[in-house]
């Protein structure tokens, strides 16, 4: 057993965080009030070379492991990037060139990641369709073979980073009676004939992130596009859980960080009543709490990403365990900043008032804390 | 970075698991309903067999029969106990982690010559003297004072809330010795047996839960000792080694609220499997599934940073202290909220007396209270990151 990081982790952090604090993190307020993907903290993020994080060097990558992953996200949302940003990056990074990466052929991966590691094409991930979320395995877009194309036909939603990605990784089916055993994986470019995407939604949180659904009307998919097997879609979407429940948590955690030192700055700043309001044990009781969360979340993110990387078979108990958590709780401690701050809280040029917005997606994407309860339920009334 | 436990740590975990199951669970039902002048027995019997596994001496040094291992292996092992017998587990853990650690710690080599091999053998009981009837946290608050006459120490004051009084051999008495000194620099700890002239222990206290961990007041009037005393044999250390085994204190009350949360945990799912309700599982209704999710989730997270905690302190990590808090307010809160969701899996069946989650329901309430409740730990830990940001 060994919690510690070692120091080239520490000092890697250390980079990222002084990075995204000096380079990104004073673009984000602005960018968030706009409600639109920005180019240029993007490119600044590639910059750094985090969109190509976990992949080999030859491939454009840095050829970082899941635990340095986490550590970056950690980092950047400790260092006040909001919350879209770092959706985009995820989304990217993780659900499109990652399953790309461990699924796709050798042409596949040389044609793709490169550019999505270097953060020329931005990449996306659709599975989401208006009358299929958490029931993953019902999805309607059908692909049907004809000579040597795939023609797709159905719709996605909810795709972040639909607006503005060059591919995306989809997900459709070549027999719906056959649920999640017909599901197959295809990688689209954005120029492929009958593919489009609709205008980006209006979201509560993690603005900075491109929303959109995304249409196949009799769309073709070259036959070199088939991503893994033909009806191995299932199990490339279920691949990537590891890196789900630490990876893409790993932001939040850090704007819990980033959350609990505004807090306790702020509240030894402001006087009320003739002492700092940091005096009163309710804003106390707050600043512990979040403490003690943050705490609990790194130990879940980091039990997650270093058994992965140890080789250690997934405990599906465990990262669903972290979504609950991290999500719920995250949510109640965002809305805890918000309170010790009080009306200076509810106003936007606040950083909680964001973090307040982007932490409840923690409790919805990749999987609800309710469809993560039912997981959990069911494994252990097995 | 490695979070899995090691091969020596699974062992440890597993062995703990069937003896405990087989030599200690038994007992929890009979301990907790026998009255509390009859208690005592019982739970000597279970120390004593606790002695044969050599639990008792886990992390005490290999030269006075402990195993030394780490704090860490000490937690695992106790969740085993706890989820078994969590008065058993009080018992043990106040007699050799509480009084056995502080020995171990800051005890003169003759000191723990003349205990420790006792204490692991369970021959030896001993007890931790600190709390009295005006002071509890507030441990500057104390009365008990000793006084140098000749070359003899004279102790006159009352202890209360002693967990182990009634059946311990030895006492850690903390007291004044100089009430002029600097706060923190005035005040002592002496060891007592319990002969010595003028201790004696009041009546076993009667309590809600934990009821087979026998507790009593004491009372010191003009107890005379001599210098050997002194635990260490320096005067003037008492609050620094007393606040160092409160972190021992912390540890032990997380450990206690993971292994009752694995009892309550287990139970209540078992019955959301046996029980059928409407023609299916009461486990299948949502409204239960997803309390048992909740009552797996808080306990797995406390359990990580009970051990995250313990591993800081086997570091000698500067912020295990900070750590320390938020696993005993983690596991404390998470625990006062499994055992009630536990109990109420059970609904009517769970309220009866004399079943399982009934008596873990209130063995579960002293996690948030023993070693510094919820709102201390949170006046720790808040007062820390306000520091760290103080302008």
Redesign the interface.
Same mark, same amino acid.
């Given at each position: 057993?060994?919690?510690?990081?070692?120091d080239e982790?520490k000092m890697f952090r250390d980079t990222i965080y002084r990075y995204g604090k000096e380079e990104i993190a004073p673009l984000c307020e602005e960018a968030d009030l706009k409600g639109e993907f920005s180019h240029e903290i993007w490119n600044k993020m590639a910059e750094m070379g985090v969109l190509g994080l976990p992949f080999p060097e030859e491939l454009g990558g840095q050829g970082a492991d899941i635990?340095m992953c986490c550590i970056a996200g950690e980092a950047l949302g400790h260092a006040g990037v909001d919350g879209g940003s770092l959706l985009a990056w995820g989304a990217h990074t993780y659900l499109c060139a990652c399953n790309i990466f461990n699924f796709g052929t050798e042409e596949q991966k040389k044609k793709y990641v490169p550019k999505l590691a270097s953060g020329e094409w931005i990449g996306c991930m659709g599975l989401t369709e208006p009358g299929s979320g958490s029931d993953a395995a019902s999805i309607r877009t059908t692909a049907v073979k004809k000579g040597d194309k795939y023609i797709l036909n159905g719709s996605k939603t909810f795709i972040t980073n639909a607006p503005v990605a060059e591919v995306a990784v989809v997900f459709a089916t070549l027999d719906r009676s056959k649920r999640h055993e017909g599901i197959t994986a295809f990688i689209i470019e954005k120029d492929f004939p009958g593919f489009s995407t609709g205008k980006p939604f209006h979201k509560m949180g993690c603005k900075v992130s491109a929303t959109s659904e995304v249409f196949f009307e009799d769309c073709e998919v070259p036959e070199e596009n088939l991503l893994g097997e033909e009806c191995g879609g299932w199990q490339i979407g279920l691949s990537g859980v590891e890196w789900d429940r630490s990876t893409l948590l790993s932001p939040f955690l850090g704007a819990s960080i980033y959350s609990?030192?505004l807090c306790?700055?702020y509240?030894?700043?402001r006087h009320q009543f003739n002492r700092p309001i940091?005096k009163f044990?309710a804003?106390?009781?707050r600043?512990?709490?979040?403490?003690?969360f943050a705490?609990?979340v790194k130990?879940?993110i980091?039990?997650v990403a270093?058994?992965k990387?140890?080789g250690?078979m997934l405990n599906p108990?465990?990262a669903?365990?972290n979504k609950?958590?991290a999500g719920d709780e995250g949510f109640r401690m965002a809305s805890d900043a918000v309170q010790i701050f009080g009306g200076y809280g509810f106003m936007h040029e606040y950083p909680v008032e964001r973090n307040f917005r982007d932490a409840k997606l923690g409790a919805i994407g990749g999987g609800t804390s309710?469809i993560?309860?039912?997981i959990?339920?069911?494994i252990?009334?097995m | 970075?490695?979070?899995?436990?090691?091969n020596d740590?699974k062992e440890l975990q597993q062995d703990m698991a069937r003896f405990c199951k087989e030599e200690i669970a038994p007992k929890a039902k009979v301990l907790d309903e026998s009255p509390s002048d009859k208690i005592g027995a019982i739970i000597k019997e279970n120390l004593k067999k606790l002695a044969k596994v050599n639990y008792l001496g886990l992390g005490i040094e290999v030269r006075y029969g402990g195993s030394d291992l780490d704090l860490?292996s000490q937690c695992i092992a106790g969740e085993e106990v706890a989820k078994a017998c969590a008065s058993t587990f009080l018992s043990a853990w106040s007699s050799a982690y509480m009084f056995g650690a502080m020995l171990n710690l800051f005890g003169a080599d003759e000191q723990k010559g003349r205990y420790l091999p006792g204490v692991v053998k369970a021959d030896v009981i001993g007890a931790l003297a600190y709390t009295e009837p005006d002071a509890g946290v507030d441990i500057a608050g104390i009365k008990t004072i000793a006084e140098k006459k000749g070359d003899k120490w004279v102790i006159n004051g009352t202890k209360d809330l002693v967990t182990n009084a009634p059946i311990a051999d030895v006492f850690l008495v903390l007291a004044y010795t100089n009430t002029d000194a600097e706060s923190g620099s005035g005040m002592t700890v002496f060891i007592i047996d319990k002969d010595t002239k003028g201790i004696s222990v009041g009546k076993p206290i009667e309590t809600m839960g934990l009821r087979g961990a026998p507790i009593a007041g004491i009372n010191i009037d003009n107890c005379e000792v001599s210098d050997d005393s002194i635990l260490g044999g320096e005067t003037g250390k008492g609050l620094s080694q007393i606040e160092r085994i409160f972190e021992n204190g912390k540890i032990g009350m997380a450990t206690m609220a993971v292994g009752i949360g694995m009892a309550c945990t287990e139970g209540a799912?078992q019955y959301?499997?046996d029980r059928k309700a409407f023609g299916r =599982?009461i486990?299948?209704f949502?409204e239960v599934?997803?309390k048992?999710?909740?009552m797996?989730?808080y306990n797995?997270?406390g359990r990580?940073?009970t051990?995250?905690a313990a591993?800081?302190f086997d570091?000698g990590e500067k912020e295990a202290n900070?750590?320390a808090s938020?696993a005993k307010?983690?596991a404390g809160e998470a625990i006062t909220n499994i055992a009630n969701w536990s109990l109420h899996v059970f609904a009517g069946h769970g309220y009866l007396k004399g079943t399982d989650v009934e008596r873990l329901y209130r063995d579960a309430r002293f996690c948030e209270i023993g070693y510094g409740t919820s709102?201390m =730990?949170?006046?720790i830990?808040?007062?820390?990151?306000?520091d760290?940001?103080?302008?």
């Open positions: 057993m060994d919690f510690a990081f070692s982790q635990v609990l030192e306790a700055k509240a030894n700043e940091g044990q804003v106390q009781h600043i512990a709490d979040m403490k003690v705490e609990a130990l879940a980091y039990r270093s058994a990387d140890n250690v108990l465990q669903a365990v609950v958590y309710d993560m309860r039912m959990v339920s069911r252990m009334l | 970075m490695d979070y899995e436990l090691t740590q860490v799912t959301a499997k =599982q486990g299948k949502q599934g997803f048992l999710a909740d797996f989730t797995d997270l990580m940073l051990y995250r591993w800081g570091k900070i750590l938020c307010l983690f709102e =730990q949170r006046s830990i808040s007062k820390d990151a306000l760290k940001f103080a302008s």
